[in-house]
């Protein structure tokens, strides 16, 4: 479970939100999800403001978990929404399938179709990415104004966690040449990033 699947990456809208924290394997609990699972409700979160419309899910995104919290890291969850049958609603429902694939030793699961599961880290992530024609950028609130900044077709979207990315991950983007876009200069949620990535695509978002 180390490599990317992909047959083409054409036309995507494409997120990697990294956890340093959630767990990576499933022995948490639902009920205490934020403390019992290292906070994967923060990638929780994302994921359903990544998919979610009010009538259906949008089928044009590709949304990467980087879990590399204790005891296993690293895992990636690769989410395909041309393939999902649902993306739940309540961050809860979200942990469960994820708890639920941390329980199975292979890439995939027939009860979650659309959702992989790979042992890589985010560093190999970007870089597999990078290969295949994919400009990374990370969002960050000190960055190039999203209005001002060049977009390319092919682009990954990066976000921090509640904690925001480690200073090692930075560097290791300032290195590759990674352009950081903000937002704004507010500090906002992760999944609210992500949702305003969408309205701005979306055409929605005049700025
Ligand atoms: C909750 S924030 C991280 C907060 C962290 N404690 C900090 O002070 O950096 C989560 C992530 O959202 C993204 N983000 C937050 N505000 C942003 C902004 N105004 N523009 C671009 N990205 C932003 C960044 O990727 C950040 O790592």
Redesign the pocket.
């Known amino acids: 479970m180390s490599s990317l699947n992909l047959d083409s990456l054409e036309g995507l809208r494409i997120f990697i939100v990294k956890s340093s924290t959630a767990r990576t394997v499933g022995d948490f609990g639902l009920k205490c999800l934020a403390g019992e699972s290292g906070r994967l409700d923060v990638i929780c979160s994302c994921i359903i403001a990544a998919f979610k419309l009010r009538n259906g899910i949008r089928r044009n995104v590709l949304f990467y978990a980087v879990l590399e919290g204790p005891p296993r890291p690293p895992i990636t969850f690769e989410i395909r929404g041309w393939e999902v049958h649902d993306v739940p609603t309540s961050e809860v429902e979200v942990a469960k399938v994820i708890r639920d694939l941390l329980n199975v030793d292979t890439v995939c699961d027939p009860r979650y179709p659309g959702y992989y599961k790979y042992r890589m880290s985010f560093r190999d992530l970007v870089l597999a990415l990078k290969s295949r024609g994919v400009t990374p950028v ?4 000190g ?1 190039i104004d999203i209005a001002r900044a060049f977009l390319p077709k092919r682009v990954a979207f ?8 480690p200073v090692e991950d930075e560097r290791f983007l300032d290195k590759l040449g990674v352009q950081r ?10 999944w609210f ?1 992500v949702a305003l990535i969408n309205m701005y695509l979306d055409g929605l978002w005049v700025v």
């Not at 990370?138 to 609130?141: N, S």
């Not at 990066?158 to 990315?165: E, F, K, S, V």
């Open positions: 990370y969002l960050h609130e960055g990066i976000i921090g966690d509640h904690i925001g990315l876009v903000s937002l704004g200069p507010r500090i906002y949620l992760s990033c």
